[in-house]
């Protein structure tokens, strides 16, 4: 009975084995936990990662956000400018001397456009007699411009709507051929050209603008 009892000694071989056999469990065991561990430190990197991303995607969209706040007060800020030179246009009529000389230059100007021999005159109806007075000295700074004769007819018909500043809508060839100088047009065309050194004046020079249009 103590011969059952009693533990076998292990042989040497035998023992090289169990030796060997834990070595490569404890190699595996080793390589499995380093794996899970690099799983985990990736899994944490890209969490980290997305967590930083979703910071500057936040900060970019109230960056941006910012800056269309700031452009919209500008444009604005235009817009107001742009109001209020309507509205001093407005009155421009009522100074009959300086209207006068402001017409005579229209008219003058959309001759020089032209360069039709024969050119029908369209107004505002309570300025008819303002424009039949400048024809004269209209007509005789585009001969001395443009060493053309012209042919002037004001239209007492069909009128420009009364509701505008003023101005003059001239055309020939029945209409083919037809330049608009009311004062609202020409404002817009002079606040189109003037808008970049506005905006330069206003908000300064923007080194990152390439376009002024």
Known sequence: SSGINAEWPLRPRET????????????????LVEQEKQKIRAFYEKKEKNAELQKKIQLSNQQNQARLKLLKQRE??????????????????NDTAKYEMMLQGLITQGLCQLLEPKVLIKCRQ????????????????????????????????????????????????????????????????????????????????????????
């Open 126 to 213: 309570n300025d008819i007699k303002l424009v039949n007075k400048v024809l004269a000295k209209s007509k005789e700074q585009y001969v001395a411009l443009s060493k053309l004769d012209v042919e002037m007819k004001v239209d007492d018909r069909d009128f420009l709507p009364q509701d505008i500043a003023g101005g003059v809508e001239l055309s020939s060839r029945q209409g083919k051929l037809k330049v608009v100088n009311t004062l609202e047009v020409r404002l817009e065309q002079i606040v189109n050209q003037k808008v970049p050194e506005v905006r330069s004046k206003l908000y300064g020079h923007n080194p990152n603008r390439r376009f002024f249009d």
């Open 16 to 31: 090289e084995i169990l030796a060997k056999a834990d070595e490569e469990f404890n190699i595996e065991k080793g390589r």
């Open 76 to 93: 604005d800020h235009l817009d107001n400018v742009m109001v209020e030179a309507t509205n001093k246009l407005r009155v421009i009529s």
